[in-house]
């Protein structure tokens, strides 16, 4: 049987692949590492995470990325398998032992019958034979591919800096200063409601640090990077403290829902966290803290925190550029290129943003190649679904607007969240007949999408009637 083909070995590709043989179908997977290496990745393993360690919340009932976790699981997805079987406790997130997350992924593709590993770079474009193709190469697509679809497609790709947070060494951090606690103590999976650690800062430390940020030296752009813009959903924390001395506080370092341990009396101006990186709890990140700082001046900024001072960093933070294409013009309803259907797309290229939401349109993308390859009709997920939301954005769902400044708007990257999904009747009352107002309206809504969602999602997998092949 002719094989279907991925390229690109990332929590995208990984999933299409894994999507495509438990229905029965080969596939070949395309992976460039070891051959070729990105400026990010640090291993050759399958599903390698180069950011965050996190999948964000795992609250399928109030989060829309919990949402996507729980449709995620339904369709059987390796990546929240992997995830399940090696998490870290993170509050009321889903954090995963980085390592042993990508040893779990690679070993269940290599060990599957109908999946061939190829560690190849796929030059320009697929060859012709290949009748069937899945570019899942992601952010970092490789110039001579990048520069063939392009070249295909007739439009420009749109690009943007994507940084990355340090990780420190857990036995460098000062216990006596900061202290283990969740945000208003949430227990989420795996977790005890004492996931992170905090610093504190009051607020001559707050402004010092602050200023120290605003001045330090920062890497210098290449001439074709310098007009790239950031995605807003992972500034660097220099950025975020040039464009207001008190962002930082009602982002990243807000200090709400924690209160000192050591000095419970005192409240923080503001706070640090820190999240487990890895299973042995031996390295933890800073959450927030994505940077473009050189490497000196990182170091000495950050252990101006108090509980940083003496502070050794497994990994200091860093910059890669990102590229997606303009997947409304380019991209048809089932993530096929226009100008060359054979070619479909998944993972962050497409212009969704995140781990999970990659893996979701990779998921997506197996399928829809299996029920094309099956001669059948291919029907995407409800656009009440989390999944169908994101497809939705990236096929065509963003709203164009004008930026303020007499240009168009244009599509950007996108995480999941309720605003892509179609309004639904909420309660108004509670079971008292009270009327609701404000948290409680608010959490009734999130609780009727999440439903809806749920009973959508299920009959569409029903309605696919794709059972899994044996193994």
């Keep these: 049987m002719t094989p279907i083909h991925v390229i690109g070995g990332g929590l995208a590709g990984t999933e299409a692949a894994w999507q495509i043989a438990r229905r029965g179908l080969p596939v070949v997977l395309h992976e460039m590492r070891p051959v070729r290496q990105t400026d990010a990745h640090k291993t050759d393993g399958l599903g390698e995470l180069v950011c965050s360690n996190s999948f964000r919340s795992d609250d399928a009932e109030q989060n829309a990325v919990g949402q996507l976790h ?9 990546v929240m398998a992997a995830g399940d079987a090696h998490q870290v406790p993170a509050g009321s997130a889903l954090a995963v032992d980085r390592d042993g997350f990508s040893a779990a992924v690679t070993k ?20 012709s034979d290949w009748d069937s193709v899945i570019v899942a190469t992601g952010p970092l697509t490789s110039p001579a591919l990048s520069e063939a679809v392009l070249s295909l497609s007739g439009e420009d790709a749109l690009a943007f800096f994507d940084a990355i947070a340090p990780i420190v060494h857990f036995d460098s951090v000062d216990l006596e200063t900061a202290w283990f606690q969740s945000r208003y103590d949430k227990v989420g999976p795996g977790g005890t409601g004492k996931d992170y650690l905090n610093c504190p800062l009051d607020k001559d430390q707050y402004e010092a640090f602050i200023d120290a940020l605003i001045a330090g030296d920062t890497t210098d752009f290449k001439e074709w990077e310098e007009s790239t813009p950031y995605f807003d959903g992972c500034l660097p924390i220099e950025v975020m403290a040039a464009r207001g001395r008190e962002t930082l506080r009602h982002g990243p370092m807000k200090p709400m829902g924690l209160t000192n341990a050591h000095r419970p009396d005192v409240k923080a101006y503001a706070v640090v ?3 487990q990186d890895n299973a042995l709890g031996t390295l933890y990140n800073m959450v927030g803290f994505q940077t473009k700082l050189k490497y000196g001046a990182q170091a000495d900024i950050f252990r101006m925190i108090p509980g940083l001072q003496n502070a050794q960093f497994a990994r200091l933070g860093g910059l890669h550029r990102n590229t997606f294409l303009n997947s409304p013009k380019v991209l048809d309803g089932a993530l096929r290129l226009k100008a060359d ?17 990659s893996a ?20 995407p997920p409800p656009d009440t679904t989390a999944m169908g939301a994101l497809l939705n954005h990236v096929t065509g769902g963003h709203i164009s607007r004008d930026d303020g400044a007499g240009k168009p708007g244009s599509f950007q990257p996108m995480n ?26 608010a959490r009734a809504k999130k609780s009727a999408l999440t439903r809806r969602a749920k009973a959508d999602f299920a009959a569409w997998l029903a309605a696919l009637d794709l059972p899994a092949a044996a193994e």
Excluded at 70 to 78: N, P, T, V
Excluded at 347 to 353: A, K, P, Y
């Design 70 to 78: 729980y449709e995620l699981r339904q369709a059987d997805s390796i």
């Design 108 to 127: 269940a593709l290599e060990d599957h019958p109908l999946i061939t590993i190829a560690r190849e770079e796929v030059a320009g474009l697929p060859p």
């Design 273 to 275: 966290q820190l999240r």
């Design 341 to 357: 259907p054979r070619l479909r797309f998944a993972g962050q290229i497409t212009g969704c943003e995140g781990y999970v939401e």
């Design 360 to 379: 979701s349109v990779g998921c997506m993308a197996g399928i829809f190649a299996v029920l094309e390859r099956q001669g059948r009709a291919i029907v």
């Design 416 to 441: 999941v969240n309720f605003g892509l999904f179609p309004p639904v009747d909420a309660p108004t009352v509670d079971e008292t007949g009270k009327r609701l107002k404000g948290k409680d309206k």
